[in-house]
């Protein structure tokens, strides 16, 4: 079982920069996948970034490309989503997700190939 807690969220205006911090109750670096998620009011959830376990393999949706960066630092069980150049548009409530993985170079984009996940933390862009 992993248990994982989001924090950083917060209220920010429009071009502004955030860092959201992922903490794991284990080992992050037992070859877990991880995920930033988010979910808008009315909204599905939708992916925002994953990173591999060793951190060499990132991918991002296009909404953030170029404006948010996902890295981990596996000496302290924990993965960072750096958000810069905010829009409202990025308004929502933010998962961390974990899952096992047997490859470094393996990253997986949708909800449900994640095994868990974190209660999430609110961050509102206002204009």
């Known amino acids: 079982q992993v248990q994982l807690v989001e924090s950083g969220g917060g209220l920010v205006q429009a071009g502004d920069s955030l860092r959201l911090s992922c903490a794991a109750s284990t080992r992050t670096s037992s070859r877990y996948a991880m995920g930033w998620f988010r979910q808008a009011p009315g909204q599905e959830r939708e992916f925002v970034a994953t990173i591999g376990w060793s951190g060499g393999t990132t991918y991002y949706a296009d909404s953030v490309k170029g404006r948010f960066t996902i890295s981990r630092d596996n000496a302290k069980n924990t993965v960072y989503l750096q958000m810069s150049s905010l829009k409202p548009e990025d308004t929502a409530v933010y998962y961390c997700?974990?899952?096992?993985?047997?490859?470094?170079?393996?990253?997986?984009?949708?909800?449900?190939?994640?095994?868990?996940w974190g209660q999430g933390t609110q961050v509102t862009v206002s204009s």
């Open positions: 997700a974990s899952r096992g993985a047997i490859s470094s170079t393996i990253y997986y984009t949708q909800a449900y190939e994640y095994d868990y």
